[in-house]
Structures are given as C-alpha cells and as structure tokens.
C-alpha cells in the first residue's frame, strides 16, 4: 500500500482528507527550548519553517513582549540538539468550496 485516503465530511461546506502514505518518511532532527525561568519547554525543527530563527517567547506575558529565541542573550534559555529516527507521515487536506468564506462562517482568527 502506498498511498490510501479517507474522506470525512464536517459540513456541507468542508470534507476532510486524511492521507496515509507508506512511502513519506523522514528524518526530522529538532532542539526543545527549556526556559528555566518558568519551567517551560518548546519544541522546534532544525531544517524546517519551524526553527530557533523563527521562534519568539514572551519576556513580559502582561504587556504582550516577545523577543527571538538567543540563549546568549538570555542566560535561563538552554537549547538542546536532538535526533530522531526516521518516522512516518500522513497528510490532511482540507476541501473547501470556491465560494467559501471564512467571514461568512464565523471565523475568527
């Protein structure tokens, strides 16, 4: 089996498409973010859109204040390097209408 697909319908507007594929391995090699400040760890790609260049955490969480992951700058970040093996994955589709509209159907994000 290489590839199969289950569609589910949510609504009349949206059908889901669950792919399992067989042949999609890969190897992701990713780093967990420790924030010893308030014991809370994150997780984040080495190669992918999700990576340390991508990433910010909240220095002040009451006026919303972010800054980019640089565990130089702040001595309570430690970054730690890991790999995985090589895992398998699937992929969803989401099928919606030309004449869908987010606004339409509540949306808000």
Do not use: W
């Not at 042949?23 to 340390?52: A, M, R």
């Not at 970040?77 to 004449?99: A, M, V």
């Amino acid at each position: 089996m290489a590839k199969e697909s289950k569609y589910i319908t949510l609504t009349n507007n949206v059908l889901i498409e669950y792919i399992y594929d067989n042949d999609n391995l890969k190897k992701v090699d990713y780093n967990i973010i420790n924030n010893l400040n308030i014991n809370e760890k994150g997780y984040c790609s080495k190669y992918d859109l999700n990576n340390l260049d991508n990433q910010v955490f909240a220095i002040d969480s009451i006026l919303k204040k972010y800054a980019k992951i640089d565990s130089n700058k702040y001595n309570f970040l430690k970054i730690g390097s890991f790999e995985s093996q090589i895992c398998h994955f699937d992929t969803i589709r989401i099928h919606l209408p030309t004449t869908f509209s987010f606004i339409d159907n509540n949306y808000i994000g």
